[in-house]
Nanobody, 123 residues
């Protein structure tokens, strides 16, 4: 069964770090790419970071603090999150292939999505 599994979330104090993992079962991340998304209650879905065709990009809100990387087997993608802020609190999802956010909504019916992992940053 094709699926994605996120891990690595949890509680952390502001200024701390977490590393999220997105592991693919029964497929590898290819040129179709993938994305990391987040959504807090009452907030719109936000594309945090993504990669496609060898390019990586970041939302302005996380640029310089978050780093996306991939293992050599192309089965796990990491999101290293440093200098975390309370406004980073959300459920983080990974999805493949890469999909845009449309009208503030995550396109959960497109591609494969993980179950999400909660990140909670306290001040």
């Amino acid at each position: 069964e094709v699926q994605l599994v996120e891990s690595g979330g949890g509680p952390v104090q502001a200024g701390g770090s977490l590393r999220l993992s997105c592991t693919a079962a029964e497929f590898t991340f290819d040129d179709g790419g993938m994305g990391w998304y987040r959504q807090a209650p009452g907030n719109e879905c936000e594309l945090v970071s993504g990669m496609r065709n060898g390019k990586i990009w970041y939302a302005d809100s996380v640029k310089g603090r978050f780093t996306l990387s991939q293992d050599n087997a192309k089965t796990t993608v990491y999101l290293q999150m440093d200098s975390l802020k309370p406004e980073d609190t959300a459920i983080y999802y990974c999805a493949a292939p890469f999909a845009p956010v449309v009208a503030g909504r995550c396109l959960r019916d497109f591609g494969t999505w993980g179950q999400g992992t909660q990140v909670s940053v306290s001040s």
